[in-house]
RNA sequence: GCCGGGAUGGCGGAAUUGGUAGACGCACGGGACUCAAAAUCCCGCGGUGGCAACACCAUGGGGGUUCGAUUCCCCCUCCCGGCACCA
């Protein structure tokens, strides 16, 4: 055995032997219980970043853990290869995205081989190849036929220079990232994806995931599930001839319908039909809704702009008094939401209070709360709590439950409305107007309009061979692409030029790694593999990508190609890995960012950091905190460097004991030294036990209390680390618990065989509980003290009772709560004798000072409390 | 603006169900070894007072519940994530 760890020499024999052993192939059936453990799949944006490297290890460790457990385990690796990023680069070096993603999708999967991931390589995805994305075609083709598929006008963020639409990251306060240009809103046709149907399955079923509460909690407010009453808000009669749109009146929705009798106006948006007719012959009212269309359509910057606002001159009715209201067009109320119209009543929401506190418009209290005074002045919370109807003459004296009934059937009975469910969630909107997705089947003809393309036509294949230019998608002008003949008529038609949401790759993927091969969507594998027992990804996907995945989940179930009702049972969300920015201004004003390693940073006596300078001259920075890693910043950490001058073990074992997964990570160069210094360190020690010669595990004899007592440390660290490893998923303290054992062991002094013997049985077992985190220095020490065996085939370790037998336990002693000492007492001491002992300590006689005890606190095992 | 989360020594963090606040590590200080350095090993390391024993204070800020609160409740500040076309 070499006397020094190498880890350059023996990662890469190490996984040769893995892979030469097919070690990470999972069988498809197996007497053991399955085990399939998913991170999310990366985008492939060139090289590995610290992000992946702290989702994968995670995912890694959990692996190996179930896998010595005795499940079936899979862990699979895909590519999310559609999307921007390729397209900019292609627009900057002039490279088609397929052959920039190719590459680097190649270079990646080489890290991760470097990192020793026990993946299952030969079900790799890439959602880019047609391959794959026939199959998105295909399903988007039966949802059509299923009608969860539609068709409607969206708003968009229209690049007016460019000509273009523009993503909402590519909208940088209010103007195109490119051009500069204020960005508009536009009305574009787009196909939607019915996933309000499923709204009330997505909302029960989270129940019964294991998932963190919070996340099921985001999602419940998301989809935003309220019951109220929509009503028609009748025209005036002068407003009906004007509208003459066969409608009776303005359509609204309100989850407050005990407050109807304090309507004092309508609002609708800019968008609205009401308002485009009332703008004829009206130029102040057609500017204002013009003004409207200028911004972006994220809904950030809508709810913080100033809300504003025009009468339009048209008046409904109320539905009760037949009193006219006033109808105004309102920059905060959205089109794509309910109707595009609702009742304001000023007196009881705070944004209707606003607005007409600005434009003079009349407010009414119509609800009283206990003891409360309104005063039309200023804005109270409690005007917004339900209460007891006032003003509201059948409906004064009513509770909100009564009232909300009482006005539902009043309106049901004048035929003006009915009680209904709304959602927050609206319908998916999956067409993007990019190249680098996969194509929309959907083949348009002048005489059969819309028509989906044949199945024995799938995949519409994307070309490769196109280079965006920033000006509308490249698909729309290559005929070669777009001219087609109609499938129904066989006349000349069009090829749908807009992709699909990348989304859509992402919320199926993990179905077809169980059967990458299989000649339909999924196959019988899927059924043995589905749901996953763990999904492992960032916290920024709680919403969007888990949502549309469940959804795509249940829409393939009722399809009948899957039976899982929910893709996930379990999720962990990884936080974010954060690193330290240092910067300095140049003489001509620029930010110039220095990258961690070229930075010297001093300490005062205490270790506050002083003052960072430039290794390479010595000047002066600034340091400006942390942020995420990111190139412009300089402050990524490239685990390829990692691995070359570490090892992978050491990366993996870094991340995996700074803190727990779900936490934000910050990075520190130091402490990834301490990381190789522990690594170092256990072969040292491996190495030393090992020349003195391996012998046999520690079965039985006589032990020193010595010896007793790190035989009870290794048991309770086995115990321990399996319910950090499995339950807790906490990695940081199950190796905090193990570098406990170590120094434990580290401090025995003992070279007898007996004491040998129990050693050996630390050191393997250690190594085995290390194994998960570090496999590759795992697998070599292994070897070292059980020749003949590999580290791949064992089990984790068990656990002996006898080791946990203790004669006598430590309590605390607390006077008042206050620790005031310990307590030694015999394992089997009863309440009353404990007790006794603890009013006897010398420690407590101080501080009771002679008074009675008022009373005693006996937690059994733990602590004892004398109260005076 | 709305929804969700977070704040503990110089730093990362620990305290799992309301029961010893600071495990484990990083940094830092002192010492040993060395011609010297690196590596390694030993000791110290929240604050204040004290020779010490020890006492008091301390988990973002303010209040509350409890024998006992980092943990539960209310209010506030700041930071992070998401907000439907970044992935």
Not at 74 to 82: I, Q, R, T
Not at 540 to 559: G, N, Q, S, V
Not at 767 to 789: D, F, K, N, Q, Y
Not at 793 to 798: I, L
Request: hydrophobic share 40%; charged share 25%.
């Amino acid at each position: 055995m070499e006397p020094q760890y190498h880890p350059r020499a023996i990662e890469p024999a190490v996984q040769k032997e893995w892979a030469d052993s097919r070690a990470f192939v999972a069988p498809d059936a197996s007497p053991k219980p399955k085990y399939f453990c998913v991170s999310m799949l990366p985008y492939p944006s060139g090289k590995l970043h610290m992000g992946h490297v702290r989702n994968y290890t995670i995912n890694d460790a959990l692996y190996h853990f179930m896998r010595m457990k005795g499940w079936n385990v899979l862990m699979p690796m895909g590519w999310d290869a559609f999307g921007l990023p390729a397209e900019n680069a292609a627009m900057a070096n002039g490279v088609p995205p397929a052959k920039w993603t190719w590459d680097n999708i190649a270079y990646m999967k080489t890290q991760c081989q470097a990192m020793g991931w026990a993946i299952d390589w030969t079900r790799e995805v890439a959602t880019c190849s047609p391959s794959y994305y026939r199959w998105n075609q295909w399903f988007f083709l039966r949802l059509w036929e299923k009608g969860l598929i539609y068709k409607k006008t969206g708003v968009v963020n229209w690049d007016p220079v460019d000509m273009t639409v523009l993503a909402n990251e590519q909208v940088i306060d209010g103007r195109g990232w490119r051009t500069g240009a204020v960005v508009e809103k536009r009305q574009i046709p787009m196909w939607y994806m019915r996933i309000t149907q499923y709204a009330d399955e997505l909302l029960d079923s989270l129940d019964g995931l294991g998932w963190p509460e919070q996340v099921k909690q985001m999602q419940r407010n998301w989809i935003g599930r309220s019951e109220g009453v929509e009503f028609t808000l009748p025209y005036a009669a002068q407003t009906a001839k004007r509208m003459a749109d066969g409608k009776a009146g303005l359509k609204v929705f309100t989850t407050r319908a005990d407050t109807i009798m304090g309507i004092t106006f309508a609002a609708v948006a800019p968008e609205h039909p009401l308002a485009t007719e009332a703008a004829k012959g009206n130029a102040a009212l057609a500017d204002f809704i013009e003004e409207c269309k200028k911004g972006g359509v994220q809904e950030a910057d809508i709810a913080t702009m100033e809300k504003r606002g025009m009468p339009t001159g048209l008046k409904v009715l109320h539905p009760f008094s037949g009193e006219p209201i006033e109808v105004w067009v309102g920059n905060y109320v959205l089109m794509g939401y309910g109707e595009g119209a609702v009742m304001a009543v000023p007196g009881h929401d705070e944004r209707d209070f606003a607005f007409a506190k600005k434009y003079g418009l009349p407010i009414t209290q119509v609800i009283e709360v206990d003891g409360q005074e309104y005063s039309l002045d200023e804005w109270e919370p409690w005007y917004e709590a339900p209460g007891r109807n006032v003003n509201s003459g059948a409906y004064d004296g009513l509770a909100q439950i009564e009232s909300i009934d009482a006005v539902a059937a009043a309106l049901e009975k004048a035929g003006l409305g009915t009680k209904r469910v709304q959602y927050r969630l609206r319908d998916w909107g999956i067409s993007r107007q990019r190249y680098w997705g996969t194509p929309i089947p959907i083949v348009k003809c002048a005489q059969c309009g819309d028509v989906g393309v044949p199945d024995a036509q799938l995949p519409v294949v994307l070309p490769e061979d196109l280079v965006p230019d920033g000006t509308g998608s490249p698909l729309a002008k290559s005929p070669a692409f777009y001219e087609t003949k109609c499938p129904t008529c066989g006349g000349p038609a069009r090829r749908e030029t807009d992709t699909m949401d990348t989304f859509v790759d992402s919320s199926w993927y993990f179905m077809r790694y169980t059967c990458p091969d299989a000649t339909a969507m999924v196959d019988e594998r899927a059924q043995y593999w589905m749901p996953l027992d763990m999904y492992i990804g960032g916290i920024e996907h709680a919403i969007l990508h888990l949502l549309y995945a469940r959804f795509w989940t249940k829409a393939m179930r009722d399809m009948g190609l899957v039976k899982a009702d929910e893709p996930f049972a379990n999720l962990l969300t990884q936080g974010m890995v954060l690193n330290h920015i240092y910067s300095r201004r140049t003489a001509k004003g620029r930010i110039e960012y220095f990258a961690p390693d070229e930075v010297q940073v001093a300490h005062d006596a205490e270790g506050k950091v002083t003052s960072a300078t430039l290794k390479s001259d010595g000047s002066e920075i600034e340091y400006e905190g942390i942020g995420t890693m990111s190139k412009s910043k300089r402050n990524g950490v490239d685990p390829q460097e990692m691995i070359e001058r570490y090892g992978a073990d050491t990366a993996r074992f870094y991340v995996m004991q700074a803190n727990p997964p779900t936490d934000t990570m910050l990075w520190s160069d130091q402490s990834v030294d301490g990381s190789f210094r522990f690594l170092r360190g256990l072969w040292v020690t491996v190495h030393e036990h090992v020349q003195t010669g391996v012998v046999p595990r520690y079965a039985s004899a006589e032990l020193s209390s010595e010896l007793r007592e790190l035989r009870f440390k290794l048991h309770k660290t086995i115990d321990k680390v399996a319910d950090d490893y499995g339950r807790r998923l906490q990695f940081n303290t199950a190796i905090a618990a193990i570098r406990e054992l170590l120094n434990l062991l580290d401090k025995l002094r003992d070279r007898g065989l007996v004491a040998r013997a129990v050693a050996q049985e630390v050191l393997e077992d250690a190594i085995l509980m290390l194994s998960p985190i570090v496999p590759h220095i795992a697998t070599v020490l292994w070897a070292e003290l059980r020749p003949g065996t590999r580290l791949i085939e064992q089990p984790w370790p068990t656990v002996d009772p006898r080791a946990l037998v203790q004669d006598s336990i430590q309590l605390v002693v607390q006077v008042n709560g206050k620790l005031r000492g310990h307590l030694n007492v015999p394992a089997s001491a009863s309440r009353e004798q404990i007790e006794a002992f603890a009013l006897a300590d010398d420690a407590v006689q101080k501080f009771v000072n002679g008074q009675k005890p008022k009373k005693v606190v006996v937690v059994p095992g733990r602590l004892v409390n004398v109260v005076v």
